[in-house]
């Protein structure tokens, strides 16, 4: 958005640079001179604010892609773990039970559960 905006008010700071162009020609040298440091101050901020905006929307894209890969990569050690477990419930669950009467084997199936 803010890039967006900063294309907008270009066509504006181009005007104002035409229009003190024009108005330089027609005035005073020492007016003229005035009309063109100021200008030359605006867009000399113009283009440090332009590049600062420019370096900033990069390191916010970079930091977005970083964070997004990071939750990705966290998400897929999650689904593998979950696959994991998963094999070892189904692997569990074919299993045997053990006879009622064996009290240690089905003491270790629910330690395992």
Not at 37 to 48: A, C, I, Q, T
Not at 49 to 73: G, I, N
Not at 77 to 105: C, H, Q, R, Y
Request: glycine share 4%; net charge negative; charged share 30%.
């Amino acid at each position: 958005a803010l890039q967006s905006s900063l294309q907008e008010q270009q066509k504006g700071l181009n005007y104002l640079s035409t229009t003190v162009e024009d108005l330089s020609r027609k005035a005073p040298a020492e007016v003229s001179q005035g009309y063109r440091s100021e200008v030359e101050g605006v867009l000399g901020r113009w283009k440090k604010l332009s590049a600062q905006l420019a370096e900033q929307c990069q390191k916010l894209e970079e930091r977005v892609l970083c964070d997004a890969m990071k939750c990705l990569f966290n998400t897929q050690n999650d689904i593998k773990t979950l696959k994991k477990w998963m094999a070892e419930v189904d692997v569990f669950l074919k299993e045997e039970w053990p006879a009622l009467g064996d009290s240690e084997a089905l003491e270790k199936q629910l330690e395992q559960c």
